[in-house]
C-alpha cells in the first residue's frame, strides 16, 4: 500500500500557500479574500469560556461632583420643631390606642372560640348523627349576642 500524504491541519493553514492555477491574478485576489474570510472557529463547546459572556462584573467609577453642582456643604442636621414633636407624639399615642384595640379584640376572640370549643366538647354526646342531606340550624346563644355587641363596640 502507497502512503497517502495526510492534509494539513487546519491550524497550520496560510492563505498565502493556496495556489490557484490558470487564473488571472484578479480572480486569485478575490479567491483568497474569500478563503481567508472563510476560517472557522472553533466550536462552543470546545471553548474554555464563550465569548459573549463576562466573567468580571463592571466596576463602578467613584462619580465626580462639579463644585457648582455640589451646592452648600450639608450643615449639621436641625432639630424638629415643636409643632412636629408634637405630631409625631400624637401619631404614637393614637397607634399604641391601636394596638390596644387590637389586643382587646383578639383576647375576646379568644375568649369566644374557648367557649364554642368547650360548648361543642359538651354537646358532642348528646348530638344526633347528622344524615345526608338535613342539616340542623343551631340558634345562636344570648351569650355570643353580647359578645358580637361587645366586638361591634371596640370597632
Known amino acids: 500500500m502507497s ?12 492563505p498565502s500557500l493556496t495556489v490557484f492555477d490558470g487564473s488571472s491574478p484578479e480572480d486569485v485576489s478575490h479567491a483568497r479574500q ?4 472563510l476560517s472557522l472557529l472553533p466550536p462552543l463547546e470546545s471553548r474554555l ?41 400624637e401619631e404614637r399615642r393614637r397607634y399604641v390606642a391601636m394596638a390596644d384595640q387590637r389586643r382587646e379584640i383578639l383576647a375576646l376572640l379568644r375568649r369566644q372560640r374557648e367557649q364554642r370549643i368547650q360548648k361543642e366538647l359538651l354537646s358532642v354526646a ?30
Not at 345526608?132 to 370597632?155: F, I, N, T, Y
Request: proline share 17%; with cysteine.
Open 3 to 14: 502512503a497517502r500524504p495526510e492534509p494539513p491541519e487546519q491550524e497550520d493553514f496560510d
Open 34 to 37: 474569500l478563503w481567508g474570510s
Open 49 to 89: 469560556v464563550p465569548a459573549d459572556i463576562r466573567q468580571r462584573l463592571p466596576v463602578s467609577r467613584p462619580q465626580r461632583r462639579s463644585p457648582a453642582a455640589a451646592g452648600p456643604a450639608p450643615s449639621a442636621p436641625e432639630p424638629p420643631s415643636v409643632a412636629a414633636l408634637r405630631q409625631r407624639q
Open 126 to 155: 348528646c348530638k344526633p348523627k347528622v344524615k345526608l342531606g338535613g342539616e340542623k340550624v343551631l340558634k345562636p346563644a344570648p351569650d355570643s349576642e353580647m359578645d358580637e355587641e361587645l366586638v361591634k363596640q371596640l370597632q
